[in-house]
């Protein structure tokens, strides 16, 4: 049974830093692309990050590059998201995803998904 489990999640003012991590379980990590994804309240579901099985190839949403890193360790199987500079717009639930079957930049595209955290940039 394969479990994601977001962690890093709270409330931090505007220009401000949170590093999320996504513990998973019951899949061959260092084998599984991971991603991050968000939904603000009333909004879809949209692509934040992804990373390669080997942590060499790395992807992001425009909204995010430059501000945003993920990383992972497969030692670990766990994936993290550094977020620098963070902006109320960023304020959603973020979720961790893996295993993409398509592109990275869909959510139709990943077979397992965490519960979220909650990520709130006040201004």
């Known amino acids: 049974q394969v479990q994601l489990v977001e962690s890093g999640g709270g409330l931090v003012q505007a220009g401000g830093s949170l590093r999320l991590s996504c513990a998973a379980s019951g899949l061959t990590f260092s084998a599984s692309a991971m991603g991050w994804f968000r939904q603000a309240p009333g909004k879809e579901r949209e692509f934040v990050a992804a990373?390669?099985?080997?942590?060499?190839?790395?992807y992001y949403a425009d909204s995010v590059k430059g501000r945003i890193t993920i990383s992972r360790d497969n030692a670990e199987s766990t994936v993290y998201l550094q977020m620098n500079g963070l902006k109320p717009d960023d304020t959603a639930i973020y979720y961790c995803?893996?295993?993409?079957?398509?592109?990275?930049?869909?959510?139709?595209?990943?077979?397992?998904w965490g519960r979220g955290t909650q990520v709130t940039v006040s201004s």
């Open positions: 995803a893996a295993d993409a079957r398509a592109t990275y930049y869909s959510t139709e595209s990943w077979v397992y």
């Open positions: 990373i390669g099985w080997s942590g060499r190839s790395t």
